[in-house]
Nanobody
Framework: QVQLVESGGGLVQPGGSLRLSCAAS????????VAWFRQAPGKEREFVGA?????????HYADSVKGRFTISRDNAKNTVTLQMNSLNPEDTALYYC???????????????????WGQGIQVTVSS
């Protein structure tokens, strides 16, 4: 089974950028649909974006991050990255990457659709 490890989180000022990485081991990331979720204090975990496995290879984003966040996949490094620009305090959350090989499109934006999860990494946007 695949293991996922997030990196790149931290503290950034409003308007700044941050790049998160999700490194996969025990599986080839191109064979998985990989998503990013986030959970702010006191709130439910929410979908941020996803890239479907090769063959479908489409990108999906939550409306709240569309145009600011970009997901990319590096097959050579077996990683998926989340480039976050124009960050604001509402983006403060614990960010998770998740993966699944056989997720159906209707489940793409739901937690229940993903079998494998990273441990999460904190992103704080504050001046």
């Amino acid at each position: 089974q695949v293991q996922l490890v997030e990196s790149g989180g931290g503290l950034v000022q409003p308007g700044g950028s941050l790049r998160l990485s999700c490194a996969a081991s025990g599986g080839t990331v191109s064979q998985y649909t990989v998503a990013w979720f986030r959970q702010a204090p006191g709130k439910e975990r929410e979908f941020v974006g996803a890239v479907r496995r090769l063959g479908a290879n489409t990108y999906h984003y939550a409306d709240s991050v569309k145009g600011r966040f970009t997901i990319s996949r590096d097959n050579a490094k077996n990683t998926v990255t989340l480039q976050m620009n124009s960050l604001n305090p509402e983006d403060t959350a614990l960010y998770y990457c998740a993966a699944d090989q056989s997720i159906i499109l209707s489940m793409l934006r739901t937690e229940a659709g993903y079998k494998y999860w990273g441990q999460g990494i904190q992103v704080t946007v504050s001046s």
